[in-house]
């Protein structure tokens, strides 16, 4: 007969593994953060406006959602209180992420509900599909952009925490500020090569612009285009609005066109965006827009066309 271990080696033994088991936790911990906010030195995007005493960061991804849900407001000719209203939604129910995992069925964006009417789960995890009925859903509520952040989101998303979309207004404003224009340039991004090594080029930025903004956002020619001088493919898009979205703000929608697709920088391969005298390049993105703003860049007068430029 084999002899049993002594009771302090069992002890010992069970102290080593509950060590190991919280170093494993620990560890766990540190990856979701990691995954969560990109970890140090990772590819990130900030908002500051002129004047704000703090900036708001997200990741690349992040940011991308958050402009997609932007430009189908526009497309849809919504005010920038739907914007903030919808960013701050998306912030307490999904951080900005297109998460396919909920509260029972809740998928997406704004964790909405194939059992609920909200669409299948194809559809939802589509963020322009969940971001238009998140919009649907929001416009059928009388005199929402004059009601509390909170009640016009509750009213739609008919959450059982309704005041959590509280916390995220000052964000939700910030962030809306800079995707709709109102603040020319608040956005930097740096910028990275795709993971899978796949380059999209300026025919998937045209595609996606087309997608979330909508036909009139290239009229008839589709956007002028033509070979950078580094290599890649450029699109020209026009500032001059017609359809829903038309503000007759040139300026304003200048600098939402040019958010945009910094805020997709990093999965369209964006290597240079210019506007209003001002560029952002992926090679230099940490020292941000550089150039001044042009002479003609005042809000509701032209600044000249959004130059996008994709690696080919």
Not at 9 to 37: E, I, S
Not at 91 to 110: A, Y
Not at 211 to 216: D, L, S
């Amino acid at each position: 007969m084999s002899a049993q271990p002594s009771a302090p080696t069992r002890r010992t033994r069970l102290w080593r593994t509950a060590a190991a088991f919280v170093v494993l936790l620990g560890l766990a911990g540190y990856l979701l953060v990691q995954y969560l906010t990109g970890g140090p030195g990772a590819p990130r995007c900030t908002v500051r406006a002129e004047g704000d005493a703090e900036a708001y960061e997200l990741s690349p991804e992040q940011a991308a959602n958050a402009a997609t849900i932007s430009a189908v407001a526009s497309s849809r000719g919504l005010p920038e209180r739907a914007v903030t209203i919808a960013l701050a939604t998306a912030m307490q129910e999904s951080g900005l992420r297109n998460i396919h995992f909920g509260d029972r069925d809740s998928v997406g964006l704004f964790q909405q509900r194939p059992s609920q009417d909200w669409g299948t789960v194809a559809q939802i995890m589509d963020p322009v599909y969940s971001a238009g009925e998140f919009y649907t859903h929001l416009a059928k509520v009388p005199g929402y952009s004059r009601l509390p952040l909170t009640v016009a989101a509750q009213k739609v998303q008919r959450s059982g925490y309704p005041q959590a979309y509280a916390k995220h207004e000052a964000n939700a404003t910030q962030l809306s500020g800079a995707l709709t224009g109102r603040d020319p340039g608040a956005m930097t991004c740096t910028g990275n090569q795709p993971a899978d090594g796949k380059v999209p080029g300026v025919a998937k930025v045209r595609e996606k612009l087309v997608r979330e903004f909508g036909p009139e956002v290239l009229p008839r020619t589709g956007g002028a285009g033509g070979r950078a001088a580094g290599g890649g493919q450029s699109l020209t898009v026009p500032v001059q609005q017609s359809g829903a979205g038309a503000t007759g703000d040139t300026a304003r929608r200048g600098w939402e066109l040019a958010t945009w697709a910094l805020a997709h920088s990093d999965e369209l391969h964006i290597e240079q965006i210019s506007y209003a005298g001002r560029t952002w390049t992926a090679a230099d993105a940490e020292k941000g827009w550089q150039g001044k703003d042009g002479a003609d860049a005042a809000p509701g007068r032209a600044a000249g066309d959004v130059r996008i430029t994709a690696a080919q």
